[in-house]
């Protein structure tokens, strides 16, 4: 029985090293992308709502200036101006306050981080969809990659295994760069990915033929 040597799989390892680490900065990076979305996102509210808020007394200005022409009208008896003030009262004290009340409320409500984690203006940003993408489809290659670079080490090469996976990372951490550009430029990076799991899987297969 041969006994394996830790030197033999030396390049392997750095490059399993440098391979998770590429995983979980991807992670971080994704993580920190949100947050950044969502205190830009809250930034936004705040501002709306001092907007709403600025508004508010300006309407409120104007209602009560209504309001006063309005009970004078109404001693002198002026039909005219009598309807013009009442429907200027309803336009401006009821269907404007009453909205932006309404809106004012679900910036509120938005302001609770958990329910930013599920706004369409953050799950929708294209730097937050890129930090998912790079995250996620490096996880769905993970198993593949592994079985086959460990595969191909203990069957094939060591050696070269370990240079397939450093290939890997070296083209993989291209991916957000790249992703959400032209197509031909992440196929830069997930060509390469692909076409060395496969090698590594087809030359474990003719070695077991």
């Known amino acids: 029985m041969t006994v394996l040597s830790v030197e033999d799989f030396k390049v392997l390892i750095v490059a399993q090293f440098a391979y998770f680490l590429l995983y979980y900065a991807f992670l971080t990076r994704q993580s920190m992308t949100r947050l950044s979305v969502k205190l830009q996102v809250r930034k936004e509210i705040k501002a709306a709502q001092e907007k709403d808020a600025k508004e508010g007394v300006r ?7 209504w309001c006063c022409g309005y009970s004078v009208l109404r001693l002198f008896g002026d039909c005219a101006w009598h309807w013009r003030a009442t429907h200027a009262i309803s336009r401006c004290g009821g269907r404007n306050v009453g909205s ?3 809106h004012t409320q679900e910036r509120v409500n938005l302001m609770d981080m958990s329910t930013l984690r599920n706004d369409t203006r953050i799950v929708n940003h294209p730097k937050v969809i890129a930090a998912d993408r790079a995250a996620l489809n490096m996880l769905e290659q993970m198993v593949p990659l592994e079985v086959a670079a460990w595969a191909y080490a203990l069957f094939v090469d060591p050696l070269y295994a370990g240079y397939g996976v450093a290939l890997y990372v070296a083209t993989r951490a291209f991916y957000t760069m790249f992703y959400g550009n032209a197509k031909l430029l992440v ?8 076409l060395i799991i496969i ?5 474990v297969l003719l070695k077991a033929l």
Do not use: H
């Open 100 to 102: 932006r009340a309404q």
């Open 199 to 203: 090698t590594m899987y087809v030359s």
């Open 187 to 194: 196929a830069i990076v997930t060509l390469p990915n692909y």
């Open 59 to 65: 309407i409120g200005l104007q209602l009560a200036s």
